[in-house]
């Protein structure tokens, strides 16, 4: 068994540890003090007397600090020890730590605490292929630091750590040899400042305590205001309010400011999504509407100022495209990889337009709209002049970058995940499905967008038309009659992909489902191919390349799920939407803690227990965005003009469900919502 893996994070900034505090780099799991995909810490080692320390609990205060209760030495020591220590762990734009060494015997004790210390400056994505990196190493007793510095050309990564006491530094860390008095205690703070471009000429060890109590003063009052700006919620089911309050607090902590950017936009998830991620921020701010919807703006904005605006092979880049990610690493910063600034995704542009109307709908904010006219108009344009690869009309994609592109540049972008039913990979350039949904849907909104608020009727006539041919278009070559469901994909010559995938319920949730059809594509999403009993797989069962711990090809994302249950609800499927809802929840509430970003696809029945992938990111934003949808998809949520339209389906089980002071362009509104037992037993009362 691995051994438990201890986070802390603010925002881009994270420390993975083991359930001791200690970080050893592991090929295999990507401990360390990471900042903008930089690992500034890849060894941090606490010894008493030379003796490694070991866990007695463990108090997880917030997302971004966490306190250690340890002993000294081998298991048979811990009944009778004479000595333990706390380490209090905190991050914000920096690692702070503060060791405290109690002497519980009645005679004054002298020890010897020692921190080892190191980094390797690794790459996020290099973490599994460790290559040597010559690390300049300074150590400074006059000043009570150690500077480990690295520097390739113009890529500068500094790491330097601090103590608030006396210390013998050397190249490799720092020894405090104290003495501490019957039934008392010892304590320094270690502070770890990360920089990029050099030192920062600071010494903080005078002001460090004060000035580290004001910052963790000031992370608590944020998350606090963040919690009180969400609605809040009452609910029936055990559980439920504790869940909610949670996907809550792990979306505050997955925000963070790129450089030169002042608002916080969502991030992917850790640790391997930890930087801006197009398609999982548009969605998270897509299923978080009604609870943060301050997410929206910041995120539209910066995607609007890093929207493509050439053509570059080697970034996947177009006029008018949105970006897919933006990473800050050594390999990025020298093109070793496709991974600093790159648009390989064809799917976040549509999306852009879609998130854009979706915010107005919400929030009434016609001046945003009339801001980023010409990023969405660009991004219209992009469907029909760079996304039609084969003039059929269809959103399409094939990499520019042959080297190291990403090869299937939709939201199941693993390398196998499109297929058909026998595990055969179409040609390029490949049409999936649901890309042509996003197109309808941003069509569709870009329509009311022009017509309402850029004064450019003619231009809203156009998309429209456009939008209706596509539908009439995709509900012809895409159903498969003989299976009543739609094909994964077409290759380029228009030939069916004909796998049975979870991408069918995108399709529902964008409105391009004819809707005589809506019911078939409903159970098979909710039949026992797809449906799990957790939830759908990406991947129905039966076909030659269902695997259970597939990432898409046959395992379970909390956020398919959700945009599936919210396309069955825009189809009045509400009993198949329930049940998904009820799958996600029950999964949720199981595992505990934060909810994981993919589960494997094995029958309920099966496992009894939600089996989660070690690809997984926990916390996930989308995942935490997606319980927050789910609710927002029972309670029947939807803005009609200046109202809120509120339409409950709420599963059996959950009981009475309230969420107040849901915030919009009607101030606040509440929602109140019973399942039809609860509701059936009030009114027999």
């Not at 703070?189 to 010494?203: A, I, K, N, Q």
């Not at 109590?213 to 439920?240: N, S, Y």
């Not at 301050?294 to 008018?320: F, I, N, S, V, W």
């Not at 760079?386 to 042959?402: A, I, K, M, P």
Request: proline share 5%.
């Amino acid at each position: 068994m691995k051994q438990e893996q201890v986070h802390v994070i603010a925002g881009n900034l994270f420390a993975i540890s083991d359930a001791q505090g200690d970080i050893e780099a592991d090929p295999q799991v990507p401990l360390g003090l990471f900042a903008y995909d930089t690992r500034f810490l890849s060894h941090w080692v606490l010894r008493i007397d030379g003796e490694r320390i070991n866990a007695l609990s463990r108090d997880d205060l917030t997302y971004f600090e966490t306190r250690f209760f340890l002993v000294p030495g081998a298991a048979s020591h811990y009944v009778d020890a004479d000595v333990s220590i706390i380490r209090h762990r905190s991050v914000h734009d920096c690692l702070h730590e503060n060791i405290t060494v109690l002497n519980h015997s009645s005679e004054p004790a002298e020890f010897t605490v020692r921190v080892e210390m190191a980094s390797d400056f690794t790459d996020i994505i290099e973490v599994g292929q460790l290559r040597r990196r010559a690390v300049e190493v300074s150590a400074d007793p006059a000043r009570q630091r150690l500077v480990l510095r690295y520097q390739r050309d113009r890529f500068v990564r500094e790491t330097t750590v601090r103590t608030t006491v006396p210390a013998e530094v050397d190249e490799r860390g720092m020894t405090f040899r104290i003495r501490v008095a019957p039934d008392g205690k010892w304590e320094t703070d270690l502070h770890v400042s990360v920089t990029m471009g050099g030192e920062d000429g600071r010494d903080l060890r005078a002001d460090l305590q004060s000035h580290q109590q004001t910052v963790r003063t000031g992370m608590r009052e944020d998350l606090a205001q963040w919690l009180d700006r969400a609605p809040q919620l009452v609910a029936e089911r055990k559980g439920l309010e504790e869940l909610y309050q949670g996907s809550l607090a792990d979306l505050a902590a997955l925000r963070y400011r790129p450089l030169s950017y002042r608002e916080r936009v969502p991030i992917g998830g850790l640790p391997w999504a930890m930087g801006l991620c197009g398609r999982d921020a548009i969605i998270t701010c897509l299923q978080t509407m009604a609870f943060t919807p301050e997410l929206a703006p910041a995120t539209l904005r910066m995607l609007a100022l890093m929207q493509g605006g050439q053509l570059d092979d080697a970034l996947d880049e177009e006029p008018g495209k949105i970006l897919a990610q933006l990473r800050y690493g050594e390999t990025g910063a020298f093109s070793d990889r496709a991974s600093a600034l790159y648009y390989g995704a064809a799917d976040t542009t549509p999306l852009f337009v879609v998130l854009l109307d979706e915010y107005e709908r919400w929030s009434g904010d016609a001046d945003l709209v009339r801001e980023l006219r010409h990023p969405a108009r660009m991004a219209l344009d992009w469907i029909d002049e760079y996304g039609d690869l084969t003039g059929d009309g269809y959103l399409r994609y094939q990499s520019r970058n042959e080297r190291d592109g990403t090869i299937n540049q939709c939201w199941k972008d693993s390398p196998d995940a499109i297929v058909d039913a026998e595990g055969r990979q179409p040609a390029f350039p490949r049409a999936t499905c649901e890309l042509q949904g996003y197109a309808y849907d941003a069509k569709r909104r870009g329509a009311r967008l022009a017509r309402e608020f850029w004064g450019d009727p003619a231009y809203a006539d156009r998309l429209e038309r456009e939008a209706a041919a596509l539908k009439e278009r995709f509900n012809r070559d895409f159903w498969l009659p003989h299976r009543e469901y739609y094909a994964l994909a077409l290759d380029p010559y228009g030939e069916p992909v004909d796998a049975l995938a979870s991408n069918i319920g995108h399709l529902l949730w964008s409105g391009i489902v004819a809707d005589d059809r809506a019911e078939a594509v409903a159970e098979h999403l909710v039949g026992p191919r797809l449906f799990s009993g957790w939830g759908v797989r990406t991947f129905a069962a039966g076909q030659r390349t269902y695997n259970p711990v597939g990432t898409h090809l046959g395992a379970v994302w909390p956020s398919d799920n959700a945009l599936i249950a919210a396309g069955l609800r825009r189809y009045r499927l509400d009993a198949q939407a329930a049940r998904i809802a009820d799958g996600i929840f029950d999964m949720a509430q199981t595992l505990g803690g934060a909810a994981p970003g993919v589960i494997a696809g094995y029958a309920r029945d099966l496992t009894t227990y939600p089996v989660q992938l070690t690809t997984s990111c926990r916390p996930q934003a989308w995942a935490s965005g997606a319980l927050l949808m789910l609710l927002g998809t029972m309670l029947g949520l939807r803005p009609t003009g200046d109202n809120l339209l509120v339409n409950p389906a709420v599963p059996e089980g959950f009981g009475r469900l309230e969420l107040l002071d849901i915030p919009g362009r009607w101030g606040h509104s509440d929602a109140y919502a019973r399942d039809r037992t609860t509701e059936r037993r009030h009114r027999l009362r």
